[in-house]
T-cell receptor, first 109, second 114 residues
């Protein structure tokens, strides 16, 4: 089942914060986040497995709620390099991945 | 270390022709995934392998599509015959194993069928 991402698009100024959400109607085994720049391949950001888990590096972090039905990606003090399309992917314990439609983030100077 | 290698990077072919896309996963990775990306349908998982064995091919759109992984360092995705609606970017990704390992994507093959 495809996860639902929101919002579809975000426009920010440098230094502003953004939150991207990914939700499912049923509990997920895992959720993973990728960023894809135009004309390039998706690049892995992080994966979350446990309900209530939070992870992050640099100024990008993510959380997985207790029921494992929603994950959020937090981008703090955004930089121009953060621009791109962010995908959440939900995984099963058999390795199958299903990706959301993506959220396009544009950071302007 | 080399990442996932895909060839060709661009392919333009006429409807009805056979198309073969190639992928070399990262050495040591035992899982390989084929995706298709279009504006209309987003990023779709077509098929994935673990230890060279196809695990789930439910995403393969039609019998015109087939994929093989004859050994740990090579996989092919074949479309025969190709149709204009097959035009898309096809990505290959590899990982250390099935979930919950991260996937490393290749640069993709942009296929145009005229």
């Amino acid at each position: 089942q495809q996860p639902v991402q929101s919002p579809q698009a975000v426009i920010l100024r440098e230094g502003e914060d953004a939150v991207i959400n990914c939700s499912s109607s049923k509990a997920l085994y895992s959720v993973h986040w990728y960023r894809q720049k135009h004309g390039e391949a998706p690049v892995f950001l992080m994966i979350l497995l446990k309900g209530g888990e939070q992870k992050g590096h640099d100024k990008i972090s993510a959380s997985f709620n207790e029921k494992k039905q929603q994950s959020s990606l937090y981008l703090t003090a955004s930089q121009l390099s953060y621009s791109g399309t962010y995908f959440c992917g939900t995984g099963t314990n058999a390795g199958k991945s299903t990706f959301g439609d993506g959220t396009t983030l544009t950071v302007k100077p | 270390d080399a990442g996932v290698i895909q060839s060709p990077r661009h392919e333009v072919t006429e409807m009805g022709q056979e198309v073969t896309l190639r992928c070399k996963p990262i050495s040591g990775h035992n899982s390989l995934f084929w995706y298709r990306q279009t504006m209309m349908r987003g990023l779709e998982l077509l098929i994935y392998f673990n230890n060279n064995v196809p695990i789930d091919d439910s995403g393969m759109p039609e019998d015109r599509f087939s994929a093989k992984m004859p050994n740990a360092s090579f996989s092919t995705l074949k479309i025969q015959p190709s149709e204009p609606r097959d035009s898309a970017v096809y990505f290959c990704a590899s990982s250390l194993g099935l979930a919950p390992y991260e996937q490393y994507f290749g640069p993709g093959t942009r296929l145009t069928v005229t």
